[in-house]
């Protein structure tokens, strides 16, 4: 071992540091952990015994238990079991708490039982950012990504997919039966064991097929339709083509330092309905009059779209395709252009279709429009295989078209919406792991969401600022 660098032998006593101070340096961040806990008010955000009880074994103070979740999320630690560990042997964590070492199921505790705590302190490091000038442009990228629950696909259950298990068993079923019928019929004491073997079975799925009817029972009880065993608020969804059960995560970043203004964790699997909500939230943490809002064509919706108008939110999302006319070769309804002064249609013949009578449906008021001239124009073939043309206008249309215009003017809207607000989610994925989340229930899960965001957050803002800057920023 000659010419290496030379370690210490084992048996080599040293001189340690006076103090634990002496092994975490000045730009930890550890210490930014530090200084934000204390500095925030946690009686305020209603953590549980954040006000000590008069009598009892005294408990851990809720900072402590706080310390220890961001500095586990920060360093992609977020099990209860690897967190009690750390407290043990890490200097930085025994820093951190003291040299307090809670175990597992104190630590576990604390998550479960102050979910909107946790979520509120996430929004308070928002605030900060908004304080600090982070959110200049006033302009957010909308998006949503499926993260696995607990709960196994096998442990999920549909009616298809119900009705599917049901039939393979009872086919199970019957073919075990014949197979006994067939060692029945013979006589040599050889196939006593394989009766037996074959009994066992049959008593087993007969078994399964009982614990299914009592979830079939579940399943017409619940809303929609879906019943998870494991995490019972997970949700069977569909995510690239496959499935997967658990949740819909939504997030609206900013697009100057792509930090997560807002975020919300859902069971349903569409976003179509998240997109005012979303940007509601993204205006209030900002604190901003004027929001613009970006997303892709999954959260397209009329009622959502005007919902943003109303509380004066420009929105930018593209249409989708809906329409089989264009793949069919025939003219799309783009090509019909709209007079607003006429209240008509002008068709690419020329021709004029106008209002004939309005109708409500699915709580929408649509308006028709046709002509009666399309049975000897030329370009029916590529028009219509109807006796007309018939041309639908929701009463709202033009907030639709005027955000068409503005996406029309805007051309890099689209890509700037996918370097903004796709790479967290890739990011956080990358942290979670491949099992993402630990906890159980909507509760739960979000409270784990708000401390990954919330590490995302402080690694983000420490890029930016320094951990230097930020300590100045969280004292001042």
């Known amino acids: 071992m000659k010419r290496f660098i030379q370690g210490d032998h084992r048996g080599q006593s040293t001189l340690l540091p006076e103090s634990l101070d002496d092994y975490v340096s000045d730009t930890n961040p550890v210490r930014v952990v530090d200084v934000f806990v204390d500095e925030l008010d946690l009686v305020n955000l209603r953590f549980d015994r954040a006000i000590p009880a008069d009598a009892g074994r005294p408990g851990y103070h809720p900072a402590i238990l706080l310390k220890i979740y961001i500095y586990g999320y920060l360093n992609r630690i977020q099990s209860s079991r690897r967190l009690e560990r750390e407290a043990q042997r890490n200097v930085e964590l025994m820093w951190l708490t003291g040299r307090l070492m809670p175990d597992f199921k104190t630590i576990a505790n604390f998550r479960k039982d102050n ?28 998006d949503g990504s499926k993260f696995k629950a607990v709960n196994n696909r096998d442990r999920n259950f549909t009616s298809a997919k119900l009705k599917r298990r049901m039939e393979e068993i009872e086919s199970s079923i019957s073919r075990y039966l014949t197979a006994l019928d067939a060692v029945d019929r013979q006589e040599s004491t050889a196939s006593e064991p394989s009766a037996v073997r074959l009994e066992e079975k049959i008593a087993k799925l007969k078994t399964q097929m009982k614990e299914l009817k009592a979830i079939e029972t579940q399943l017409n009880e619940s809303p929609d339709k879906q019943v998870s065993l494991t995490d019972p608020d997970a949700r069977s969804m569909m995510t690239r083509g496959t499935g997967i059960v658990g949740y819909n995560v939504q997030t609206a970043v900013d697009t100057q330092h792509h930090l997560i203004v807002a975020h919300e964790v859902i069971n349903v699997g569409s976003d179509r309905d998240q997109l005012s909500s979303m940007a509601k939230q993204a205006r209030e943490a900002m604190a901003s009059d004027t929001l613009s809002v970006v997303a892709d064509r999954g ?51 020329g021709e004029a279709l106008i209002w004939r009578f309005s109708s409500v449906e699915k709580g929408l008021k649509l308006h028709r429009y046709w002509s009666s001239n399309c049975q000897g124009c030329v370009l029916k073939s590529k028009c219509t295989p109807s006796k007309q043309r018939r041309v639908r206008r929701w009463e709202h249309e033009a907030v639709l078209e005027e955000m068409q215009n503005r996406l029309s003017n805007a051309p890099d809207m689209m890509r700037v919406r996918k370097r903004t607000v796709e790479h967290p989610f890739g990011t956080l994925k990358q942290w979670m792991g491949a099992t993402h989340f630990l906890t159980r229930k909507l509760a739960g899960v979000s409270a784990e969401m708000s401390l990954n965001v919330l590490a995302y957050n402080f690694k983000r803002v420490m890029k930016i600022l320094g951990t230097s800057g930020l300590m100045k920023a969280l004292s001042a």
């Open 115 to 142: 979910s909107k705590a946790i979520r509120g302190v996430c929004r308070q490091f928002v605030v900060l950012c908004q304080q600090l000038g982070l959110f200049g442009e006033n302009l957010v990228a909308i």
């Open 299 to 349: 959260y397209f919706k009329g009622e959502q779209i005007l919902a943003c108008h109303d509380a004066g939110i420009t929105a930018y999302v593209p249409k989708p395709m809906t329409s089989g006319a264009k793949a069919d070769g025939r003219f799309n309804n783009d090509a019909f252009l709209y007079d607003t002064a006429k209240n008509e249609y002008i068709c690419p013949a």
